[in-house]
């Protein structure tokens, strides 16, 4: 990669961050990196954004699921 396509993926990044941020997503800079990877590669946006919705419910319901008891 060029030195003007490394500059201009990292403002893409930056911008993308930074929309992240108003928005208060709580998505940090690498997981947004991902998804503009996925998005790349063809994967459907709204899928992904789905996707990012529905992952902190399904981390909350399996850790409170998956509590191990001692005896």
């Known amino acids: 990669m060029d030195s003007e396509a490394a500059r201009n993926s990292k403002e893409s990044l930056d911008l993308a961050f930074e929309m992240s941020n108003i928005l208060d997503t709580g998505l940090d800079r690498h997981t947004i990196s991902i998804l503009i990877a996925l998005s790349d590669l063809g994967f459907n946006p709204e ?25």
């Open 47 to 71: 899928a992904l954004a789905a996707l990012v919705k529905e992952l902190p419910t399904f981390y909350s319901s399996s850790s409170s699921s998956s509590t191990v008891s001692s005896s």
